[in-house]
């Protein structure tokens, strides 16, 4: 209960909170003051005459008063006394607007981007955490290289070099808080470099489109027909970004001339290349098509991220850059990657446990998207399954004006998934496709038959 | 030993690698393109004619051509059989210039700026993780509020309301990669609203001071009296950034008139305050000043960081901000910040940890700057320690025109510290002073009494 304390000259209802007494009496006034309770200009009584009525040493009261100067709530002057600041009453803080939450979350999820988190290797992870936290010497927890870590960075170079063909060498590598980080770096640098334009393709993240226009430069997205992403009116970009092992979402590879044709126009025009390899583990058909940046690393940045092969909350990424951009990409600040996920992540690639868990989780979507092409060629015949047997996402064609439908049943069906329109670059001029972008590595196991089952009710 | 194939139109030494036949022939043909050794043009052996002096399937090599042709290093036409791509070859990627390597490595470190990184709770921490990832809900792994997560910013808003006297919402709360991931946030917002100047202080870090201009505002120095930073001239930006509780490098708090002078100004003009509370648990002779944002939370924004307090290695730090800008700094772009390490953090702190360790450490700093200034008292009687007992360094007065021969003797005794002079701003019109930024939190314990001895043994 409150302790009513009176004092001389005010009324006050003092609270002491846990902490001693002089640190009681401070948060005490000062919450008074804050609150109003004590209105500003208001005389306080003498730290001799509180002091007695409270029952408490003068020093203690003078001590909190003194601090509550300092802090600017009260204001102690020659001959006028202790008194609370003019100012001191601040009017309550407007809390925003709740944020929305997610009413009647659905019970299945087919929304691409996302792995099958409940698949996360907890256990491996925390086991590479602890030898690598262990390990760690005491200058690791400093402020590093802002390229990132030497022993991921040298990690990362065997790997990618073995599983993608990349031509990577630690001191080009900037490992980053994942794929959009590095995007936004690589836009600033763009920026600096006098580019106003970086040509994308006409089917992709809204997400990535924000963050590049807010670098200051403008999305030009690139023809799409049907070979893909087409490479006309790239003259006018100076850079470009591509999904050219699997375009996200449509699911295509991009043609061998065209890989051809795009690095000739980097190296005849100084153009720049950005490679989104975001699933280039999982391709299920055939060996995966080698990164486009082996054929030209001085022209390539290739990305890769964690975020589809483990999970996006690790928040891990990393770029292998042309030798001509490193200095440019580390002036653009420190890397913002935590140490210990570094180091846990280097352990965990050179100890072999991120090469089983692909595999495994390799097999497991592979599984999936079988289970899929044969549900939708049972169940729904007028749709069809479109793209390269790859990544955690595939195409359904529906028939023409349809997608809005479907997805507007599937929602009041409790299912969550994706019309291709809103993956749809606003200017693209690729003629309007029916479609559902299926995340079938989104759903947890045992969910995964009730899920399919729920995606066939729906489907035309 | 690498086994030569000579091959009918040319000779090759192809070096089998692991994964396979196909895989060790798709690399090794894909190495001789790459390095020259099979020129432009080159047309190859038949795939039924390399497979027959091979003695592999014909398939194999059909296959191997394919990749090839797939990821753009081969052509293949129909008539003209197979060949290297023109564009195969590239220059040799040009490496960087090596990074100069620390060479000579000091013996003893003062530089300010990182607490003891010997002290760090490993153990402490590595439970709170397991714990943490052990209770982690699956889709605390995807990508989640870019505020971060709200386990982490409920923990703070208790702890930081409760140690800093902050008016702490979780709602208003945005986790950030450390302090300046929350500047450049802050900068770029500020732009955004077409603010084109910052004010700074006139002693700072010239790190923050690039990426306020790199953001796009300039930084327009505060005058430093001797009460520490004034207030003139502020009327001319339209946000300020200050070190209230412990100005950086200068070590005085700032007094009282000053707080509420700022705050009144941020009132009336709209302007914005950016609190920085670097070190605000670590203050040795009193309770510490509770913070600026306390008076106003609608005009200041509150940043905290744990690189002082735990390590800068972890990249964590927090922003408090006012209702109205919790929006636009959302729309900036999602959290940078892995989940982990908030679960981990968020557990540290309610488990009751942090406190632990931050008492643990402002006993150990506070016995290092006792010892300090003693010994500065009896070597040195030239030089005064001035600033607040507090934080993790001391400016240390020298005589007039002795600085830099100072630094230049220490650096040649292997002791490792920084002059005032580096951190004043370019603009700066305060006199100069001649005085060392001791960072008495770095070294660790074993080193501590080495490192004092060899920074008395340069002192004048």
Same mark, same amino acid.
């Given at each position: ?20 007494? $002089? *640190?009681? !009496? %401070?948060? =005490?006034?000062? +919450? @008074?003051?804050?609150? &109003? ?6 005389? #306080? ?84 955490? $602890? *030898?690598? !936290? %262990?390990? =760690?010497?005491? +200058? @690791?927890?400093?402020? &590093? ?6 022993? #991921? ?87 470009? !970004? ?219």
């Amino acid at each position: 209960m409150p302790k009513p304390w009176a004092t001389l000259g005010i009324d006050l209802h003092l609270e002491p909170a846990g902490g001693g007494v $002089r *640190r009681g !009496l %401070t948060d =005490a006034l000062r +919450d @008074a003051v804050r609150t &109003g309770r004590l209105a500003p200009g208001t005389r #306080l009584p003498s730290s001799r005459s509180l002091a007695a009525d409270l029952g408490l040493a003068r020093n203690t009261v003078a001590g909190a008063y003194a601090d509550l100067v300092a802090e600017g709530w009260l204001t102690a002057r020659q001959g006028s006394g202790t008194r609370v600041a003019d100012r001191a009453v601040t009017p309550p803080a407007r809390r925003p607007a709740p944020t929305p939450s997610r009413t009647g979350h659905p019970a299945y999820s087919l929304i691409p981007g996302t792995p099958d988190l409940a698949s996360f290797p907890r256990t491996q992870w925390l086991k590479a955490a $602890r *030898r690598a !936290l %262990t390990a =760690a010497p005491n +200058d @690791a927890l400093g402020y &590093g290289d802002p390229r990132g870590r030497i022993e #991921l960075r040298t990690a990362l170079a065997g790997y990618l070099a073995r599983a993608r063909g990349v031509r990577a060498d630690p001191d080009r590598i900037v490992v980053t808080a994942g794929f959009a980080h590095g995007l936004r770096l690589l836009a600033q640098l763009l920026h600096a470099r006098g580019r106003r334009t970086l040509a994308v393709e006409s089917y992709g993240l809204d997400a990535h489109w924000d963050l590049i226009e807010r670098a200051g430069l403008r999305t030009e997205p690139l023809p799409f027909d049907a070979s893909g992403t087409a490479l006309d009116g790239l003259e006018r970009a100076g850079a470009v !970004l591509l999904t050219p092992s699997h375009q996200f979402p449509m699911g295509v590879a991009l043609r061998p001339e065209r890989r051809a044709a795009v690095v000739d126009w980097a190296r005849g025009s100084g153009g720049l290349i950005l490679e989104d390899d975001y699933d280039g583990e999982f391709r299920y058909d055939r060996q995966p098509v080698g990164a486009l940046q082996g054929l030209d690393p001085d022209h390539v940045v290739y990305l890769g991220t964690a975020s589809k092969s483990l999970a996006p909350g690790l928040r891990l990424g990393w770029m292998v850059l042309p030798p001509s951009l490193v200095d440019e990409v580390r002036a653009l600040g420190g890397s913002s990657v935590p140490v210990l996920d570094q180091l846990t992540l280097a352990e965990f690639v050179t100890s072999g446990a991120y090469d089983r868990h692909v595999r495994a989780a390799r097999l497991r979507y592979r599984r999936r998207r079988d289970a899929l092409v044969a549900a939708v060629a049972a169940r729904a015949p007028e749709v069809t399954v479109t793209g390269i047997a790859a990544g955690l996402h595939a195409v359904l064609r529906l028939p023409p004006g349809t997608e809005q439908s479907v997805v507007r049943s599937a929602t009041w069906h409790g299912l969550a998934v994706h019309g291709l329109s809103r993956y749809r670059h606003p200017t693209a001029t690729a003629h309007p496709v029916d479609a559902l972008v299926v995340g079938y590595g989104t759903p947890p196991d045992h969910a995964w038959t009730g899920t399919l089952q729920a995606l066939c009710n729906v489907l035309p």
